[in-house]
């Protein structure tokens, strides 16, 4: 057969072009070419801004947390969780940081970028302490609500961390009313705390442990306002002299547990969004689930994936070359050995 009639698929160039080593260094060629012409695409995505509230009072220091096969408190189990929830969530969020000890949030800094400004922000979370409270009530509902205001003020959700012993507790009246819109602000209560009630360490003017408090050493009943339900019925009960009646109140608001009830209400008061804080790790979901999304208007450059590729298909077909077309060959086969 005449070169001129061979069939097509006999051809050199055809063989090339079927040749899988062929197929990949042209793949290879077109990605590094697309590498070196294409630009960063516009994308947006979603994310979050937050004012984080972190409660310091007393009872945050009980340790009924375990950290790495450690007794932890509820603080550094908070803090733990909040150094753990930045790097979740996606770059161009914002956070902003408060405390909360006696009836009001105190804010640390304005919302500042979560990527950008990491270093600063996690050792801000890092250094928060319970010798940064200014007094030693903890009145949760007060201070959420003054919260909740902050966040409108600053336009962004709420994230508030505490267990929600409320110190002295609250009048048999109940909660104190919400003057915000509820649902106008958006976010999440954390409650932290054990379910079981547990000792509150106690502490000198010097920062050091010195045991716990007593049932003597705390309120443990709210005496303002008008008497609860049952007073008539109390020993020395008297309309005037003693509406509480005459004898010591008796409770167990020495110890503590996650007030689990009473953050459940307020956030049905408030439209706020309950979760319990099981451990240091698992705060992401929640909150994203709670917020408000934003969108971030961002970038994504294709040419590092679109150059990753075209380095492996041209890495492919060099290795590919190194074996031959047809495989191992066949060894001799050896003569049998004759039989002695």
């Known amino acids: 057969m005449s070169r001129a009639t061979r069939p097509l698929r006999h051809l050199p160039i055809a063989r090339n072009l079927r040749d899988r080593r062929f197929q990949a260094l042209a793949a290879a060629l077109a990605l590094a070419l697309g590498a070196a012409l294409a630009g960063p695409l516009p994308l947006t995505r979603s994310g979050v801004a937050v004012l984080a509230v972190v409660d310091i009072t007393g009872s945050m220091n009980v340790r009924d947390y375990t950290v790495d096969g450690k007794p932890a408190s509820r603080l550094d189990t908070a803090k733990a969780a909040l150094r753990r929830l930045v790097p979740d969530l996606p770059c161009g ?183 319990h804080l099981a451990g240091p790790d698992g705060l992401a979901g929640p909150l994203l689930a709670a917020a408000t999304p934003r969108p971030l208007p961002g970038r994504f450059d294709p040419r590092p994936v679109l150059g990753g590729l075209a380095l492996a298909l041209a890495l492919a077909a060099f290795l590919a070359g190194l074996i031959p077309a047809d495989g191992l060959r066949a060894l001799p086969r050896s003569s049998p050995k004759s039989r002695m």
């Open 93 to 275: 969020s914002r956070l902003a940081l408060a405390l909360f000890t006696e009836r009001r949030p105190f804010l640390l800094f304005a919302p500042i970028e979560v990527c950008a400004d990491f270093a600063p922000l996690d050792g801000a979370l890092d250094g928060l302490d319970w010798r940064m409270a200014w007094e030693g009530d903890s009145r949760i509902a007060a201070g959420l609500h003054r919260a909740i205001a902050m966040a409108g003020e600053l336009d962004t959700d709420l994230l508030f961390l505490t267990d929600g012993q409320e110190t002295p507790p609250l009048p048999s009246t109940g909660l104190p009313a919400f003057e915000g819109r509820p649902g106008a602000v958006r976010g999440l209560i954390v409650g932290a705390g054990g379910y079981g009630l547990s000792p509150i360490p106690k502490f000198n003017d010097r920062g050091r442990e010195t045991g716990f408090y007593g049932a003597t050493d705390v309120p443990q009943e709210n005496r303002f306002g008008p008497p609860p339900a049952d007073a008539e019925s109390r020993e020395g009960y008297n309309p005037r002299n003693a509406p509480f009646g005459a004898a010591a109140a008796e409770g167990t608001e020495h110890l503590s547990s996650v007030r689990e009830a009473h953050l459940k209400a307020l956030a049905g008061q408030t439209g706020l969004t309950y979760a």
